[in-house]
């Protein structure tokens, strides 16, 4: 079956540090790669997506590149704010329902 | 403009006394979904209505159950709530299966 791995973490950064979350998955045929992010008492938001090999996704400062040759979509953003202080979640879902998500990194930013 | 609401934001229940978690929906998309999530753990998946076409997840206790009057409303009904039953629950939706999901801020139930 399909499967995410990313780096758990919890990663604490300075404020304008760059940021990397690794995210590889393992699945049948080429699934679409979303990264969500969960701040605290909320739900699960759409950060990005892409839906085929090469995409790239973007919004508020991160993107991410779905790497066939690799099996990765990772997440970066070159200078992080406090703002962004939260869990972020890699998720795989194919031409079933259902997404399969990586464990969350906790992703902290001091001033 | 909230489009995937779930009421109410925090429940509290007795132990084994039923309870029914609601979500509602201003997208007009095919599919929703219920999730639970544990302290520190990825959303695990329950359930979810394609349409009026119920989907069942193989893991999925016999104590949850849903329910789909319309397009816009779900509900979440839990029989006989155990201690392990103490959640986040997140309801979410989309258009097709291959689409992106939009989530709701969940319903935390507390167990007492």
């Known amino acids: 079956g399909n499967s995410v791995t990313q780096m758990e973490g919890p990663v604490t950064l300075s404020e304008e540090a760059f940021l990397t979350i690794n995210c590889t998955y393992t699945?049948?045929?080429?699934?679409?790669l979303f990264w969500y992010v969960q701040y605290p008492g909320e739900g699960l938001q759409l950060l990005l997506k892409?839906?085929?090999?090469?995409d790239k996704g973007s919004n508020k400062g991160f993107e991410a590149t779905y790497r066939k040759e690799t099996t990765s979509f990772h997440l970066e953003k070159g200078s992080v704010q406090v703002s962004d202080s939260a869990v972020y979640f890699c998720?795989?879902?194919?031409?079933?329902?259902?997404?399969?998500f990586g464990k969350g990194t906790l992703l902290t930013v001091n001033p | 403009d909230a489009m995937v609401i779930q009421n109410p934001r925090y429940q509290v229940t007795q132990f084994g006394k039923p309870v029914t978690l609601s979500c509602s929906q201003t997208l007009n998309h095919n599919v929703m979904y219920w999730y639970q999530q544990k302290s520190s753990q990825a959303p695990k998946l329950l359930f979810h209505?394609?349409?009026?076409?119920?989907?069942n997840e193989a893991d999925t206790p016999d104590n949850f159950q849903s329910r789909r009057p319309n397009t816009s409303f779900c509900f979440l009904d839990i029989r006989s709530p155990g201690l392990g039953d103490a959640a986040m629950y997140l309801c979410?939706?989309?258009?097709?299966?291959?689409?992106?999901?939009?989530f709701g801020d969940g319903t935390r139930l507390s167990i007492l």
């Open positions: 892409a839906t085929k090999a090469d």
């Open positions: 209505y394609y349409d009026k076409d119920f989907n």
């Open positions: 998720g795989g879902g194919g031409s079933n329902y259902k997404l399969t």
């Open positions: 699945a049948t045929g080429y699934p679409s």
């Open positions: 979410a939706t989309s258009r097709n299966r291959v689409q992106p999901q939009h």
